[in-house]
């Protein structure tokens, strides 16, 4: 039952709610108001910080006191406040960055509310130091509580210092929220490093207690990111480069192989703004999923550019969320630049950097090898064979080193699991399950692209019992199935001859691999399955046509698959994420054997 509005005035009354409507005064406003900017310490830096980067500073100091809660002083040599306009800086909706709508919607620079250290100031003792060049010295502007002091006369080079001192000291159910000193001083830093990553040419120290903790020096982009998130992440990384008009992305991707489960390391900024949006985190994970393993996340550093009309970062006064334009165009256009970036084949898609950064000229090895690379689908008939010519350890062909592929050349075979092969860097260790599971999937992929999946008609069609509900489902749709390869038929309400396979899936167990298909119907339909599932659908495929742990392979077999793997996209990773292949280098061979101590 809905209660009308008068009939709860009296209890309002009674528990002395005051019911006129009145004007709050600004203090309060502002108080409110910084609820939504300043949630913590970390949030108060990250404001002052991007005014500093506003005013052009290429060094700032970042100086923190019990995690930001008792003070945060941030110091820039940027262009200065000049005296008279001190006072303004610190008042609501004043800002020198825009001066009408038109401004808001072409905004370059990283503030431009008007909010930020109003609502500082509402909730903090703050004291503002500034000089511009052409002044002759400083002035100092000291605000508690909302209330603002007359400037007074400083000594300063030109720049500018904000000290912010007991933050929540007057609303203390907001302070009493806060973490602990070690937790705001995370947040602190990695505010710190988000925008020392979108900045290189900026140098930031930040110390904590007295304490340096951080020190990045002006340089390139590179450097700048082994400096913030360390030589850990440069070795792992793959660089991303991508343009469409006026659209750009740069930066840097995890291998697949190093990927985690933490998010820590997924940075993506736009036109130098540090972002959290849905719509690039689900972009960036659909170009991982064809080699991330499990529920692992990739790491990144991604810089996005585009007009300023084409993105909407006055979504929350934070200015971390964003709206794009054009976000099915965005999605795309990230989608495809990370996903080609993955997809290199060879050794740019998998965990070494040393083979990868190795200049290769391809037609010094490929045309003496045993196997040629166009002639790939080749291997898959002697991979199905127990080969009675099978040889424990081989002898490198004859070329010299600098000739060796990148993969190298097969030296043995080792517990039927894993091939053994020398490049110009080493050790090449293959899981050959792995690796052929990777190559069939690909090749699948790009025969049902093309429309083009050739079928195996096996010599004596073989039945298959199977569940009414399953053989009701796929009936109508025997057409749709012929398209990637398979040839069945209903022979009666619970079973199913399958006459032909997938020409590349001819190897494996036509019953496990029908079975396997009707496993995937019986739980997503046809029509999904070949549509939005339909990767998931060949990927099974493709483990069931992959060469077994055991099978017994002949060098020029192992060669082959070695090629194939150099030739197709993703090959450093199998289908579910898994490396498919790890070098050993000859560095870490000496070590092993301490040679040279």
């Not at 004007?23 to 910084?34: D, G």
């Not at 982009?221 to 991508?242: D, K, P, Y």
């Not at 060098?555 to 790890?582: I, Y």
């Amino acid at each position: 039952m809905v209660v009308p509005m008068t009939s709860r005035l009296p209890e309002a009354v009674a528990t002395g709610l005051n019911t006129s409507i009145r004007i709050l005064p600004e203090v309060l406003i502002s108080q409110i108001a910084a609820g939504e900017v300043i949630e913590r310490p970390a949030a108060a830096l990250k404001e002052l910080l991007e005014n500093s980067l506003d005013a052009g500073a290429s060094e700032i100091h970042i100086e923190l006191d019990q995690g930001g809660v008792k003070r945060i002083k941030v110091s820039d040599n940027g262009t200065g406040i000049a005296r008279d306009e001190l006072a303004l800086a610190l008042t609501r909706h004043a800002t020198s960055k825009i001066q009408s709508l038109a401004d808001l919607e072409q905004v370059v620079s990283l503030g431009f509310r008007g909010e930020a250290l109003a609502s500082i100031a509402a909730v903090a003792r703050v004291t503002l130091t500034s000089r511009c060049a052409a002044a002759d010295h400083g002035w100092l502007l000291k605000v508690e509580g909302g209330q603002v002091e007359a400037p007074l006369p400083a000594a300063r080079e030109p720049g500018t210092t904000l000290e912010v001192q007991d933050l929540f000291y007057n609303t203390p159910a907001r302070r009493k929220f806060l973490k602990t000193d070690a937790t705001e001083y995370a947040h602190c830093a990695e505010a710190v490093r988000r925008q020392a990553l979108s900045h290189p040419a900026t140098a930031f120290t930040l110390s904590h207690n007295g304490r340096v903790q951080l020190r990045c020096n002006a340089g390139t982009a590179a450097l700048r990111l082994r400096q913030v998130l360390g030589e850990a992440f440069e070795s792992q990384a793959i660089a991303v480069e991508a343009a469409a008009g006026a659209l750009r992305v740069q930066g840097w991707v995890i291998r697949p192989s190093a990927a985690t489960a933490s998010r820590d390391q997924q940075h993506v900024f736009v036109n130098g703004r540090y972002v959290r949006d849905k719509l690039i985190v689900h972009a960036l994970r659909e170009a991982y999923r064809d080699v991330l393993h499990h529920q692992l996340n990739p790491a990144y550093c991604l810089f996005i550019e585009l007009p300023p009309d084409g993105v909407d970062v006055n979504v929350h006064p934070a200015k971390t969320e964003i709206r794009f334009r054009d976000g099915r165009g965005i999605h795309q256009f990230l989608f495809h630049a990370v996903e080609r970036a993955l997809a290199a084949p060879g050794p740019t898609g998998v965990a070494s950097v040393s083979v990868a950064a190795r200049p290769v000229s391809a037609p010094s090895w490929q045309a003496s090898m045993p196997l040629q690379v166009n002639e790939a689908m080749a291997l898959y008939a002697p991979l199905a064979a127990h080969s009675t010519d099978y040889a424990p350890v081989s002898t490198m062909p004859e070329h010299s080193s600098t000739d060796a592929p990148p993969l190298g050349y097969a030296l043995a075979q080792l517990h039927g699991v894993y091939v053994l092969a020398q490049n110009t860097q080493g050790l090449v260790l293959v899981d050959m399950h792995a690796a052929h599971e990777r190559v069939v999937y690909e090749k699948l992929k790009t025969a049902l692209d093309a429309r083009a999946v050739p079928s195996q008609t096996l010599l004596i069609p073989v039945a298959l019992n199977a569940d009414a509900r399953d053989v009701a489902e796929i009936e109508p749709h025997l057409a749709s199935l012929h398209a990637i390869g398979f040839e069945l038929s209903v022979t009666s309400p619970t079973s199913v001859a399958v006459r032909a396979v997938p020409w590349l899936l001819k190897d494996a167990d036509p019953v496990d691999l029908t079975r396997s298909l009707l496993r995937e119907v019986a739980e997503y339909g046809v029509a999904r399955l070949l549509a939005e599932r339909r990767n998931e659908l060949l990927a099974t495929l493709a483990c069931h046509g992959a060469v077994r742990a055991n099978r017994h392979l002949t060098v020029p077999e192992m060669n082959a698959l070695l090629r194939e793997m150099e030739a197709t996209e993703r090959s450093g990773q199998c289908n579910h994420g898994r490396p498919t292949w790890f070098p050993v280098s000859l560095k870490e061979l000496d070590a092993m054997f301490m040679r040279g101590r």
